[in-house]
């Protein structure tokens, strides 16, 4: 079973309802239905609370956590195995990129896999990584 990794740009737009909110819900659909592995690093995880909190409310985060809880993703921790932190410091190292996209990039570099994603400050890594191009605003 292939595995993708989400960042939270692909899940914010799917909860706004952006052009991007079909793709996504199609890939959580396969996902669902075991055709395919969803990651999301918990550092984007936050991402979307802290940015949930901050544009509308903590309750409002409070919800969309347990949404994200609801669905076919794998919220994947940094832990003691410093794999994936070693390379979100690399990327954020060498390329300018906010710290939380280089851990979505990271995961999926460590685990090779497809990013997806409609964030343009991914495009910096297209010779690193294999991105999924999700539809922007």
């Known amino acids: 079973m292939a595995t993708k990794v989400l960042d939270s740009w692909a899940l914010i737009a799917f909860f706004e309802d952006e052009p991007a909110a079909e793709a996504v819900e199609k890939l959580l659909a396969q996902a669902a239905a075991d055709k395919h592995k969803l990651l999301l690093s918990v550092v984007n995880w936050g991402e979307i609370y802290y940015n949930t909190m901050r544009e509308v409310s903590q309750e409002a985060a409070e919800q969309k956590a347990q949404e994200i809880a609801t669905l076919p993703i794998d919220i994947v921790g940094v832990g003691d195995d410093l794999t994936i932190a070693?390379?979100?410091?690399?990327?954020?190292?060498?390329?300018k990129m906010?710290?939380?996209?280089?851990f979505a990039a990271a995961l999926a570099k460590v685990k090779n896999s497809e990013l997806l994603t409609g964030d343009p400050e991914f495009k910096a890594l297209e010779k690193e990584i294999k991105i999924n191009w999700l539809p922007a605003k």
């Open 98 to 102: 906010s710290y939380a996209d280089c």
């Open 86 to 95: 070693r390379q979100a410091a690399i990327f954020k190292a060498t390329h």
